[in-house]
């Protein structure tokens, strides 16, 4: 449900509002005024679902509370406890007076991050920026390149001749073929969970011949679906092609092939390194390393 109205303040008449109490000049006093929290409002509103569920928390409070936890790189749990002991948070999050008592628990922000999901971070972003450019903070020759220095981030992919990445190109091309209305001579879905899991097995117990024999029968399951689901395949969807086009290509791939396919969800990730530098101090891993 959409968040509540602003309570009646009646009976909050003898009580000092926060402008009189802090200094109105502070940094986050000053810049809570130049954010639009109205247009803010009116985008992350499209989250909620009229009419169903209880009232939610006000969206101010959960934004401010969220470009807090950004501007000071804290957790959610210390951001709260912040919240409560700081008027100018208060101020900050749309509070007239001073609150005594917590307003959410922080477990309700992370609820409110997955409701509000990657579209509405990038309107909170876009405010971010309109907010800089108001303020004369940023100007548009600042904007017409921009360097970004990050990090490389470890991704969840597979080796390229790993039996995860065959088993996985069988299921998808099952599963695809059913929505697309083309029925398998066999889906192999059940016999290469199973050459998957000896895989595993054989290769945890260092039985290196019998985990690679478990490979060749999945590469073998794979280009036997690859062929069925191509002689039978006309009328289908453009995603549908994509994934036949991925498994083609993992099935084809070797140790020794450039530019191969490390997960079909993410076909455009590279591999810049193998596994993470060893941390021993003997000669031998040194000389590894």
């Known amino acids: 449900m959409l968040p509540k109205k602003s309570e009646d303040n009646q009976n909050r008449?003898?009580?000092?509002?926060?402008?009189?109490?802090?200094?109105?000049?502070?940094?986050?006093?000053?810049?809570?005024?130049?954010?639009?929290?109205?247009?803010?409002?009116?985008?992350?509103?499209?989250?909620?679902?009229?009419?169903?569920?209880?009232?939610?928390?006000?969206?101010?409070?959960?934004?401010?509370?969220?470009?807090?936890?950004?501007?000071?790189?804290?957790?959610?749990?210390?951001?709260?406890?912040?919240?409560?002991?700081?008027?100018?948070?208060q101020y900050f999050c749309g509070f007239?007076?001073?609150?005594?008592?917590?307003?959410?628990?922080?477990?309700?922000?992370?609820?409110?991050?997955k409701r509000a999901g990657a579209r509405g971070f990038e309107g909170m972003l876009a405010e971010t920026l309109k907010t800089a450019e108001r303020t004369g903070e940023l100007k548009q020759n600042d904007l017409k390149r921009v360097n970004v220095d990050t990090t490389v981030q470890e991704k969840n992919?597979?080796?390229?001749?790993?039996?995860?990445?065959?088993?996985?190109?069988?299921?998808?091309?099952?599963?695809?073929?059913?929505?697309?209305?083309?029925?398998?001579?066999?889906?192999?879905a059940r016999l290469s969970r199973r050459q998957l899991r000896d895989s595993s097995r054989y290769a945890h117990s260092r039985k290196f011949k019998l985990a690679q024999k478990?490979?060749?029968?999945?590469?073998?399951?794979l280009g036997r679906i690859l062929r069925d689901v191509e002689r039978k395949a006309s009328d289908i969807s453009e995603e549908f092609r994509d994934v036949i086009k991925n498994a083609n290509k993992v099935y084809s791939q070797k140790k020794s092939d450039k530019n191969k396919l490390y997960s079909y969800f993410a076909p455009e990730v590279s591999c810049i390194a193998k596994g993470k530098r060893i941390k021993s101090t003997s000669p031998a891993a040194r000389h590894r390393s």
Not at 99 to 111: A, F, I, K, W, Y
Not at 163 to 174: N, S, T
Not at 182 to 187: G, M, T, V, W, Y
């Open 96 to 113: 007239e007076f001073f609150e005594h008592e917590l307003p959410l628990d922080p477990s309700s922000m992370t609820r409110w991050r």
């Open 157 to 188: 992919i597979t080796f390229p001749t790993d039996a995860k990445l065959l088993c996985k190109g069988i299921e998808l091309l099952a599963r695809h073929s059913r929505r697309n209305g083309i029925k398998l001579r066999q889906s192999f």
């Open 13 to 89: 008449l003898f009580q000092n509002r926060l402008e009189n109490i802090i200094n109105i000049e502070h940094p986050l006093a000053r810049l809570s005024e130049k954010i639009d929290w109205r247009s803010l409002e009116k985008k992350l509103g499209e989250i909620y679902i009229p009419d169903k569920g209880r009232p939610g928390l006000p969206t101010r409070l959960m934004a401010g509370l969220h470009y807090l936890k950004g501007m000071f790189a804290i957790s959610d749990e210390a951001v709260v406890e912040g919240f409560l002991e700081n008027p100018y948070w």
């Open 214 to 221: 478990c490979v060749r029968t999945l590469r073998t399951y």
